[in-house]
């Protein structure tokens, strides 16, 4: 507005003489696109103000109660994402959409895959999607649920949560140029394509987090040269395959095979594997290693690997005290070592402990947990408290 231009009733539009980038200061800190786009009722200057802010939410303000929800909010992003600005040369910084839980039966894959398409043509940053689980999954038509993840070369971080809803596919071609962080949560995945996001598609990736369900079991390779954290939580996995020589974080569960060339590899986290985890090519120590959920005979071939871990979290003893003793008689030096406890008779837990802490391998803070803390004081006469070994 020109200077001296007043209101009715002679009072001077103060609002509307504010600079455009303290315009777009304030809307950003609003944290809510739909908040931003009624400030238009302040003046007719900023009628078009919240169409140029680089940061897009969606949600957050339903989630802490301010409005209402339904089939309106489905429509306020849809009717957002047109009227955003036609300058392709602006991009958005950020675009988060929550949508709240009494949407979930009005959320189509063809809904959310305008809202990827407008992420792929004018984001330059980070990517937020939370989507409720619809309580009549899984449903028998998955075709019709099909959602494609299109590439998108400005996308720096991705975070999709699908609620179970689609049946999520990844396009032959395109890249991920600047991705670097990606999470999938909740949904079901062609385990050929997942390996192309895993190995091809991401030149740039850093950090991975994938926890979904694989339409049919298969094998899936993981090849980068930039990962350096990898969570795979993956349903349905035959064989896990890994060549990353910068990956520092490991955390995978429920596969049957693993086989991990990865040397620069400081953190293990493994649970429920089936089968065989070979590592040729790390080095001898660790900063962590973690085999709470394992099978006593899994943890005891990962723990022979390593001359040293930092910080040993070891299973359940009470589940096969026999084998849990076998098992540990080679531990790996120690700093720190957790031992935890699921049930509610931890009588195998002491002498379990006792000849542990026998070894000598270095520990120097001993971490206990317990789900049930009581023990029942009465034991059967093959209880692990009678046997001779517990007493050595």
Same mark, same amino acid.
């Given at each position: ?57 969606? &949600? ?9 929800? &339904? ?290 391998? &270095? ?30």
């Amino acid at each position: 507005m020109e200077p001296g231009r007043r209101r009715r009733g002679g009072e001077r539009d103060r609002i509307s003489g504010l600079p455009d980038e303290l315009l777009h200061f304030i809307l950003r800190h609003l944290c809510s696109a739909p908040a931003a786009a009624r400030t238009s009722a302040l003046s007719h200057r900023w009628r078009r103000v919240w169409a140029h802010t680089l940061d897009l939410v969606f &949600g957050d303000d339903l989630n802490r109660g301010v409005e209402g929800g &339904g089939a309106s909010f489905l429509d306020a992003v849809d009717g957002a994402l047109a009227a955003y600005s036609d300058d392709r040369a602006l991009h958005v910084e950020s675009l988060k959409i929550t949508v709240p839980c009494i949407c979930g039966e009005n959320v189509t894959a063809s809904r959310v895959a305008s809202w990827l398409r407008f992420a792929t043509q004018r984001l330059a940053g980070a990517f937020f999607l939370s989507v409720p689980q619809r309580k009549s999954w899984p449903r028998d038509n998955r075709q019709n649920d099909e959602l494609e993840l299109p590439p998108c070369e400005g996308a720096t971080k991705i975070k999709l949560q699908l609620g179970s809803l689609f049946f999520l596919r990844i396009p032959p071609a395109g890249m991920f140029g600047a991705l670097a962080d990606l999470e999938i949560n909740q949904t079901t995945m062609n385990g050929r394509e997942l390996g192309l996001i895993l190995s091809s598609h991401c030149p740039r990736l850093q950090n991975l987090t994938m926890h979904v369900t694989l339409v049919a079991a298969s094998d899936i390779s993981v090849r980068s040269a930039s990962l350096r954290c990898l969570r795979f939580h993956v349903l349905n996995t035959r064989r896990l395959d890994i060549v990353a020589p910068m990956l520092e974080i490991l955390d995978a569960s429920d596969i049957a095979d693993a086989h991990i060339a990865a040397p620069n590899l400081a953190e293990v986290v493994m649970s429920n594997i089936l089968g065989q985890v070979v590592v040729p090519d790390a080095g001898r120590h660790l900063r962590l290693l973690d085999v709470t959920r394992c099978s006593t005979m899994m943890a005891s071939s990962l723990m022979r690997r390593f001359d040293s871990v930092i910080n040993l979290r070891l299973p359940n003893p009470n589940d096969d005290y026999k084998t849990f003793l076998d098992c540990t008689k080679i531990l790996p030096m120690c700093e720190i070592l957790s031992v935890s406890s699921s049930v509610v008779l931890n009588h195998a837990f002491e002498p379990s402990l006792l000849n542990v802490l026998r070894r000598e391998n &270095g520990i120097r803070k001993l971490i206990l947990f317990f789900l049930y803390p009581s023990m029942n004081p009465y034991c059967s006469l093959d209880c692990p408290c009678r046997l001779p070994e517990s007493h050595h």
